[in-house]
């Protein structure tokens, strides 16, 4: 096991050794600002391995920073943690009034237009995140999405075992969109404007005679619009938000300047 590891879990479990554990919990908040640390990553068999103990490091962060006044050009916060710095050195661009918050990582041509990246998240290489969309508290973001304008990734901080928001290579995420609680975006997928997906949401693969329901997983390229299915309740019958895959995106939309095809072939609003 890491020493560090293991000095975390301690002042984990007992916060009287957290002074012991500060240096190692700063260490690896470095370690995830810079790319070093994930805290979850692939594990090469098609899932996807969640490191309990990285999380557990940014909850002790909290509690060993204080609050401080940060000015960055004409803006000031109140907050204990710092934005990132050396965006031109890391090749990312932000556009203010954006913020990535330091111990997050954004990979070498990510656009960060004004929205905001949280502490723990990982941002993959060429991804764009749009106007005013959020990527929360240890989200893992692949390469090539494009998350569109407001688009709500939560983040997934407690417990520290539970799997954080996933969205997978070339994903697209249609503006306004929700996707919380751990759910699981798969490579290539297309999500329409306003879809919201949580671990409950029944998420209904209609291309076949017969539905098929998952939750909390959408498959790779798949074409998720937003919609309603009845449920009875003793005062009558109600329409439930769900989400519907209606198809598969198309080789001839694999290019990100063509994702607006992807719904377009389906009849569906970007």
């Not at 879990?9 to 690896?28: H, P, W």
């Not at 901080?157 to 699981?184: K, M, Q, T, W, Y």
Request: glycine share 12%; charged share 15%.
């Amino acid at each position: 096991m890491e020493p560090r590891r293991a000095l975390i879990e301690a002042a984990f479990a007992d916060r009287n050794q957290l002074a012991a554990a500060a240096e190692a919990v700063r260490s690896v908040i470095a370690d995830l600002d810079c790319g070093a640390l994930r805290v979850a990553e692939p594990d090469g068999e098609g899932g996807w391995t969640v490191h309990a103990w990285v999380k557990q490091a940014v909850l002790l962060y909290f509690g060993i920073c204080e609050m401080q006044t940060l000015e960055v050009g004409p803006f000031e916060y109140h907050d204990k943690i710092p934005t990132k710095t050396d965006l031109a050195a890391q090749g990312v661009r932000v556009v203010p009034p954006g913020v990535a918050r330091y111990g997050s990582h954004l990979q070498p041509g990510v656009v960060l237009m004004p929205g905001y990246v949280n502490i723990g998240a990982w941002v993959g290489q060429g991804t764009m995140v749009d106007t005013w969309a959020t990527v929360g508290s240890c989200a893992q973001i692949g390469a090539g999405v494009h998350l569109s304008g407001g688009v709500g990734i939560g983040g997934v901080l407690e417990p520290p075992a539970a799997a954080p928001v996933i969205i997978e290579d070339g994903a697209f995420i249609g503006s306004r969109s929700i996707v919380v609680e751990g759910v699981r975006v798969g490579a290539e997928a297309v999500l329409g404007a306003n879809v919201v997906l949580t671990a409950s949401t029944p998420i209904i693969d209609v291309t076949g005679p017969q539905e098929r329901v998952l939750k909390g997983v959408v498959p790779p390229r798949a074409v998720v619009v937003p919609g309603t299915r009845p449920k009875a309740f003793p005062a009558g019958t109600y329409h439930l938000p769900c989400a519907l895959i209606i198809g598969e995106r198309k080789a001839s939309t694999d290019r990100k300047t063509s994702l607006n095809s992807a719904l377009r072939d389906f009849g569906v609003a970007v």
